[in-house]
């Protein structure tokens, strides 16, 4: 591995060992962790819907980092947003009905008519099934996936759609950090998530190894749903909180985060 890339891991590992000492001393913590919900979450601030919420991790399990981008623009969004469960299909009449505030995640095309009092507007985020592997791969083409295991990830979603679409044998972990890591050590020969996540992902070192790569079959962009009768400073924070140079900056400690993760995972434990 490259000068560069013992750089960046050796910055992960002293970013891990504080935010252990955080853990043990969490009146030094100065804000929530993408895994955890906002200290504010208790109903002042926003009202978020995303298409699935993440369970709590239990004490002492491994930090696993949420993939979707719209739960960790919710964690970590001004003034809290805490996170509801609501499905595509039913968000647009729990905004008219005042059940949210906001909606963020992948709707439905042909959902176009909004009930009055909702606007729709696209993020910009591209949430198309992108898929890496590793650059001496055989695989060139998303019908190559024809009898080979695909990793995917729980909190995904492209689940049982590659597998409907290319006869691919999909493999689902719990979470991004060890479907990637399964890519890594070579129990499948794909990885599929969302696009921006991996190009983002790809810009560290130790993934050149992994950047092959197959271009997006099919568009997918992140929806905001959000109520026009909000008071103007809730717009204001929730317009900010998902707005595209947010969602990017999100993404880059997010692919932050689950490499270091991946890392932990397969290289600590060959060091006993």
């Known amino acids: 591995m490259k000068d560069s890339s013992h750089s ?64 960790l623009a919710g964690q970590l969004g001004e003034g809290g947003a805490p996170l509801q469960a609501v499905a595509a299909g039913q968000a647009a009449q729990q905004l008219a009905e005042d059940a949210l505030d906001a909606w963020v995640g992948v709707w439905p095309e042909e959902s176009a008519s909004l009930p009055a009092g909702v606007r729709a507007v696209a993020l910009g985020w591209s949430a198309a099934p992108m898929a890496i592997m590793r650059t001496d791969t055989d695989i060139h083409a998303w019908s190559d996936l024809s009898g080979r295991t695909v990793c995917l990830s729980a909190d995904g979603r492209s689940g049982g759609e590659l597998a409907a679409r290319f006869g691919a044998i999909e493999q689902i972990y719990a979470s991004a950090t060890d479907a990637l890591l399964a890519l890594r050590i070579g129990q499948c020969d794909a990885a599929v998530q969302d696009e921006d996540f991996l190009r983002q992902l790809l810009t560290f070192p130790e993934w050149k190894k992994f950047s092959a790569q197959l271009a997006p079959y099919r568009t997918q962009k992140l929806t905001r749903l959000l109520r026009d009768d909000l008071p103007a400073s809730l717009k204001a924070a929730v317009r900010r909180a998902t707005s595209q140079e947010r969602l990017r900056e999100l993404a880059r400690q997010q692919a932050r985060d689950i490499a270091f993760e991946v890392y932990l995972d397969q290289t600590v434990p060959d060091c006993h």
Do not use: H
């Open 8 to 71: 960046f891991l050796r910055t992960r590992v002293l970013a891990g060992l504080a935010a252990g000492a955080l853990a043990l001393f969490p009146a030094a913590g100065m804000g929530a962790s993408a895994g955890s919900p906002p200290a504010s979450a208790s109903g002042d601030g926003w009202r978020l819907g995303v298409a699935e919420v993440p369970a709590p991790q239990a004490p002492g399990a491994k930090v696993r980092t949420p993939v979707r981008i719209e739960v």
